[in-house]
């Protein structure tokens, strides 16, 4: 009979202790002190390895051995929900897992209406019961330095401005229990999805700027529908401002007055402010808008044209002047 000392037994179990304890500390440590929530989409079909793989991959967890066996441990390998979760690099082991054991976070529907400006953004969520107005508005207007750092197409961003401009307008499914900063981080990540890296630096490589372009892809959002038209009054704002000709933009002098009229009274249009573009020839200071797609890439892709002025009617029909004498002549013809 082989007699095992006391002495063996004893380092056997203190073997077994701290490995319990470094195990558990795996188990119990995160990957970073970052807060942040980020989305992790669980997709149908993913066994444990995957989603281990993905987790480590986004930097969410620092071990993919030690979440496997948390997994195995607890008998979870045909527990976890497809859907998107939101998860944090400073949660544990553990508490990334209970999370993705749930099913995804409830979620409704919204959708962001291209032309909408920040304000309007804002009392559409709070209606929806996401956020309060003011909540987003102050947050809005005074972005945070460590979420504007983590998106490039910002470096041009003016210190200080808001996001008015770079808030995707789109259709989206959100959580019902998201907040400010889940909200505008998900815009951010669409906006540099669906305008894609690619055009900004096209932009860049033009001699302009990712913010000068919002700000005049929001007027033409504002100023004409059709796609084809967003493209023709580019090339005619783009020369007027090479000209030193005031855009005259109606829709700038409604974002002062917040009115939205066709033809701005002639009180209005005496307004002295910067982004009243009948009595300043340059840009507006920014963006006036969440421009969609399409007018975004009328600016970057213009239609050439010999025209310099243009108007809208009330049927929404774009009519295009060579010269202020033709111009006067169309709205005598068309809104007079």
């Known amino acids: 009979m082989i007699k095992i000392s006391k002495r063996v037994i004893l380092i056997v179990i203190v073997v077994l202790f701290l490995g319990w304890v470094y195990t558990n500390y795996q188990f119990t440590s995160n990957a970073s002190s970052d807060t942040a929530m980020y989305e992790f989409?669980?997709?149908?079909?993913?066994?444990?390895?995957?989603?281990s793989l993905e987790l480590y991959q986004k930097?969410?967890?620092?071990?993919?051995?030690?979440?496997?066996?948390?997994?195995?441990?607890k008998g979870y390998e045909r527990n976890f929900k497809a859907g998107a979760h939101q998860i944090s690099p400073s949660m544990s082991i553990k508490e990334i897992i209970t999370t993705m054991i749930k099913p995804g976070g409830s979620e409704q529907v919204i959708t962001i209406i291209e032309g909408w400006n920040v304000y309007e953004i804002a009392?559409?969520?709070?209606?929806?019961?996401?956020v309060k107005s003011d909540e987003f508005i102050e947050f809005v207007n005074n972005p945070k330095h460590d979420l504007v750092d983590n998106y490039s197409f910002l470096d041009d961003k003016p210190y200080g401005v808001s996001l008015e401009g770079y808030l995707f307008p789109d259709t989206y499914r959100v959580y019902k229990n998201s907040n400010v900063i889940d909200l505008v981080k998900k815009m951010l990540d669409n906006f540099e999805k669906r305008v894609t890296l690619g055009n900004i630096e096209r932009i860049h490589f033009s001699g302009n700027s990712v913010y000068d372009t919002l700000t005049l892809a929001s007027i033409i959002e504002k100023e004409v529908r059709i796609p084809y038209d967003m493209k023709m009054v580019s090339d005619i704002f783009s020369k007027r401002l090479e000209a030193g000709i005031a855009l005259q933009s109606d829709a700038t002098v409604n974002y002062i007055t917040g009115?939205?009229?066709?033809?701005?009274?002639?009180?209005?249009?005496?307004?002295?402010?910067?982004?009243?573009?009948y009595r300043y020839k340059d840009l507006p200071p920014g963006p006036i808008a969440s421009p969609g797609l399409n007018a975004i890439m009328a600016v970057i892709e213009p239609v050439v044209n010999p025209y310099y002025y243009f108007l809208t009617t009330i049927e929404g029909e774009v009519i295009y002047s060579e010269n202020y004498d033709q111009h006067l002549t169309n709205k005598a013809i068309y809104l007079d």
Not at 259 to 270: A, F, M, T
């Open 41 to 51: 989409e669980v997709e149908q079909g993913w066994g444990v390895n995957r989603i």
């Open 59 to 73: 930097d969410l967890i620092n071990n993919q051995f030690y979440f496997e066996v948390y997994v195995w441990l």
């Open 123 to 130: 009392e559409y969520l709070e209606k929806e019961n996401l």
């Open 259 to 277: 009115k939205g009229l066709v033809q701005p009274s002639y009180n209005d249009l005496e307004i002295d402010n910067p982004y009243n573009t």
